[in-house]
């Protein structure tokens, strides 16, 4: 079974750091481009962050200069390193991947992890 697997959420206080962590477990050739979006209550999923195979990089407006997106393709694992938290970073993180399987792609979502940010 594939599936991504959330890490690294938690409370912080505003200024603070946090590093969020998505492995890729199951029976997978290997990952195209792999993201972050986060929703918070009331609002809609957005994309804060993305990562080609070939590690280019995309950042949503809101995060540039903050936050930072890496992967570990031997890991099947990709990270948000995020400083200079604020309280409306505040939100359900989701980690998101297009998986090369044995039928072709999936695209998959793990299962959410909580980042509070406390002024």
């Known amino acids: 079974q594939v599936q991504l697997v959330e890490s690294g959420g938690g409370l912080v206080q505003a200024g603070g750091s946090l590093r969020l962590s998505c492995a890729a477990s199951?029976?997978?050739?290997?990952?195209?481009?792999m993201a972050w979006y986060r929703q918070a209550p009331g609002k809609q999923r957005e994309l804060v962050a993305a990562i080609t195979s070939g590690g280019s990089t995309n950042y949503a407006d809101s995060v540039k200069g903050r936050f930072t997106i890496s992967r570990d393709n031997a890991k099947n694992t990709v990270y948000l390193q995020m400083n200079s938290l604020k309280p409306e970073d505040t939100a359900v993180y989701y980690c998101?991947?297009?998986?090369?399987?044995?039928?072709?792609?999936?695209?998959?979502w793990g299962q959410g992890t909580q980042v509070t940010v406390s002024s």
């Open positions: 998101n991947a297009d998986l090369r399987v044995g039928v072709g792609i999936m695209n998959s």
């Open positions: 199951g029976t997978i050739f290997s990952i195209n481009a």
